[in-house]
C-alpha cells in the first residue's frame, strides 16, 4: 500500500576474497567510470554477448587492422618503400577476409586500409633512420603488493620501439577516437600513461627498464585522408613529461587499488559517466537498471 520508491543506484560490496585481483590497462579506466562493470565482469564473471547475425563494427574493424600492422612490423625487416606498401596491403586484404560475407563493408574498410597503408609506411619511413628496434603486440604485467595481497596490471602494447638514442616511443593504434590530453592529466584514461610506467618497470621488455618515453601518442588511422593522425598523449605546454604522467598513474593505481582492499568500499554503477567523446554506455547498464535509478539523477549524472 506505500507508495512506489525508484530502486537506489547500485553499489554492491563484495567479500574481499571474491574482488579481483588481475585487471588490464583497459579495465582501470572502467574501473574509475563505472566500478560496477568490473564488478559484473570480474566477480559475477558474465561476458556480454553479441547478438546473432551481427553485422561487421568498429571493433571488430579495430581488431583486424590492429592484427594486420602488428603482424607486419613483426616479420618486416627491410626498408619502408613500395616493397613494404605492397606487403602490408597483402597483409591487409588477408586479414579482411574475415568479412568476406559482407561485401559491402568489406569494400569499404579495403578503400580506407588501403589509405592507412599509404600513411603508414611514409610515417615509418621518415622515422627509420631514429628508430633502433621496433616492437609490436607485447605483452606485459607489472606486479605490486598492497595490503591486500598482490595486484597484477597486465597490458598489451600496440608497438614500444627501442629509439636509437636510448629512449623509447609507445603507440596506440585507433580506428575510433582517441582520449585527450585533459582526460590524461586529470588519470580518467590512464591506459597509455599506465603503459609508460610499465614500460619504465620492464613489464614488456627487460631492456626497456628505466628507459625514458620520449614518445607517447597515439596514431589516430581513423584521420587518415582527413587530419593528421599523430596525436601527443602529452600535453604541449611543456610542464608534463611522459615519465611524470607514468609514474603519477602508477602512484594513482596503486592508491585505488588500495581503496578496493576496503570491505566497505562498492563497485558503483556510472561513478564518473562524464566523457569528452560524448554519452557513456556501458555493456552492463541494463544488468545495473541504469534506466530506472538514472530516472531520479539529473540530466549531467546520466550522460
Known amino acids: 500500500d506505500a507508495r512506489p520508491r525508484p530502486v537506489d543506484r547500485p553499489d554492491p560490496s563484495p567479500p574481499l576474497a571474491a574482488r579481483p585481483r588481475v585487471l588490464s590497462v583497459t579495465d582501470i579506466e572502467t574501473l574509475i567510470r563505472d566500478p560496477y562493470a568490473i564488478y559484473a565482469k570480474r566477480v559475477l564473471r558474465l561476458v556480454p554477448l553479441d547478438p546473432p547475425g551481427l553485422a561487421p563494427d568498429p571493433a571488430l574493424r579495430g581488431s583486424l587492422v590492429h592484427d594486420a600492422l602488428g603482424d607486419f612490423i613483426t616479420e618486416w625487416t627491410g626498408r619502408f618503400d613500395a616493397a613494404a606498401e605492397a606487403r602490408l596491403g597483402a597483409i591487409g586484404r588477408e586479414k579482411l577476409k574475415a568479412i568476406a560475407d559482407f561485401p559491402d563493408v568489406l569494400s569499404i574498410w579495403s578503400l580506407r586500409f588501403a589509405a592507412i597503408t599509404r600513411w603508414f609506411i611514409v610515417f615509418e619511413a621518415a622515422r627509420d633512420a631514429f628508430v633502433a628496434e621496433r616492437h609490436a603486440e607485447i605483452n606485459g604485467q607489472l606486479e605490486f ?86 596525436q601527443s598523449a602529452v600535453a604541449k605546454n611543456g610542464k608534463e613529461s611522459a615519465d611524470g604522467l607514468g609514474d603519477r598513474a602508477l602512484t594513482m593505481l596503486k592508491a585505488l587499488v588500495a581503496a578496493y582492499d576496503d570491505a566497505e568500499r562498492g563497485y558503483l554503477s556510472r561513478a564518473r559517466p562524464i566523457t569528452e567523446r560524448g554519452p557513456f554506455r556501458g555493456d552492463y547498464d541494463h544488468l545495473a537498471r541504469v534506466r530506472e535509478w538514472a530516472l531520479v539523477e539529473s540530466p549531467e549524472d546520466f550522460l
Do not use: C, H
Open 145 to 230: 603488493a598492497t595490503a591486500g595481497g598482490t595486484f597484477r596490471l597486465t597490458g598489451r602494447a600496440d608497438r614500444i620501439d627501442l629509439m636509437k638514442n636510448g629512449t623509447v616511443a609507445i603507440y596506440d593504434f585507433k580506428t575510433g577516437s582517441p582520449s585527450t590530453e585533459r582526460q590524461v592529466f586529470a588519470g580518467l584514461t590512464p591506459q597509455m600513461t599506465l603503459e609508460a610506467a610499465m614500460t619504465r618497470q620492464g613489464a614488456f621488455r627487460p631492456e626497456f627498464a628505466d628507459k625514458s618515453v620520449s614518445e607517447l601518442a597515439w596514431l589516430v588511422l581513423g584521420r587518415v585522408q582527413r587530419s593528421e593522425p599523430y
